[in-house]
């Protein structure tokens, strides 16, 4: 059984600088940890539109991350509705520009400074907590042993910008707006302030904008096979739209995806010193043992991607082992695939433990 998240804490960082040179005034980091602080911590970061909830389908005492073996650490990036996100930061101003490195950097505080955690057993993640997996084994390449990224990237492809370009674009039409632009907001109309979206226009762009997402999150064979009927059990496509997809959408704040979506197509771990847009710098700077897990069907995060960030780094630091699945992105996570759940804590059951018999 899972443990339970529906609480969680949080962590007061004051008013946090940007790399954007705007910040986020009384920022705070919310998170939640499982186990005993003495034990070996783990990072484990939360997704594109997760709650630190939605992260524990990999945590519990049946599986690698033991809660009695490891102390488990999830913080939210911000943007999710429970680190400072448009949703509760109370300002009539629109949200700054977030990247990775402000993210990881907030985490870094929280870990080392609150919770007095000065090194770590590993950092992983699934989706945007691979990207913020990359980025913490870049931004302090010396501060954990292992890291796995799964289903995710060290920066944000050319072509998962465009995808996420047209999701993006889906949801502002409601609000008779357009994109400003990948790694952008909205197009600011002259002399027009801010306004909230109104119940009607959310229900319109979360829709359109969980639609757009279906033809991504799975893959062709996914569907080919029937699994949204076999194993979701809806009667047919549509009631699965409806039921899955929009559902997802509409529980959504249409802001707080805007500023996780940014900062998902800005992903860049070369995008800091002292790498200063140097790829294969930032993968060479990279000294955790990295076991990297992309799905053979992700339509946004492919597998060639992953080589490529693989072939980069110092031989002996990173290896590719892929999901064997039809899932496509979903194999990674949130845990829906029994098999690929299986799959997944194997592999970092055979990482962990061969590092105890060394």
């Not at 400003?180 to 909205?186: D, F, I, Q, R």
């Not at 039921?243 to 070369?270: F, H, I, R, Y």
């Amino acid at each position: 059984m899972a443990p339970d998240a529906s609480e969680f804490d949080t962590f007061q960082l004051g008013d946090w600088e940007l790399q954007c040179g705007e910040s986020i005034s009384n920022a705070h980091i919310a998170y939640k940890t499982f186990g005993d602080q003495e034990s070996p911590a783990i990072v484990y970061p939360t997704w594109f539109s997760g709650s630190i909830s939605d992260n524990v389908w990999l945590i519990g005492e049946d599986k690698t991350l033991n809660p009695k073996q490891y102390f488990i650490i999830i913080p939210a990036l911000f943007g999710n509705g429970q680190s400072s996100s448009p949703s509760n930061h109370g300002s009539d101003k629109p949200f700054p520009k977030v990247s990775f490195f402000d993210n990881v950097r907030a985490q870094y505080e929280l870990v080392t400074k609150h919770l007095k955690i000065q090194h770590l057993h590993a950092v992983l993640g699934w989706s945007m907590g691979a990207g913020q997996t990359y980025q913490w084994i870049t931004q302090y390449p010396n501060m954990m042993d292992f890291a796995v990224p799964f289903c995710g990237s060290a920066k944000t492809s050319i072509h998962n910008q465009v995808f996420l370009e047209g999701v993006k674009s889906a949801m502002l039409a409601a609000k008779v707006q357009s994109s400003a632009g990948s790694k952008e907001g909205a197009i600011a109309v002259e002399g027009e302030k801010q306004r909230k979206w109104s119940h009607k226009e959310k229900e319109v762009g979360m829709k359109a904008f969980g639609r757009g997402y279906a033809g991504w999150g799975f893959s062709q064979a996914f569907y080919r096979e029937r699994l949204h009927e076999k194993h979701y059990g809806f009667k047919d496509l549509e009631s699965f739209m409806q039921g899955v997809w929009e559902a997802w959408a509409c529980s959504k704040d249409p802001e707080n995806m805007l500023v996780m979506l940014q900062t998902w197509q800005s992903g860049d771990c070369s995008n800091q010193q002292p790498y200063k847009g140097d790829f294969a710098m930032a993968m060479q700077s990279i000294r955790a043992k990295t076991l990297v897990l992309p799905c053979k069907t992700d339509l946004y995060f492919p597998p060639e991607d992953s080589e490529f960030e693989v072939a980069n780094m110092s031989p002996g630091i990173g290896r590719l082992e892929q999901f064997p699945s039809i899932w496509g992105h979903w194999a990674g996570g949130p845990g829906d695939s029994k098999d690929d759940l299986k799959w997944l804590d194997n592999h970092l059951r055979d990482l962990f433990s061969k590092a105890q018999l060394k």
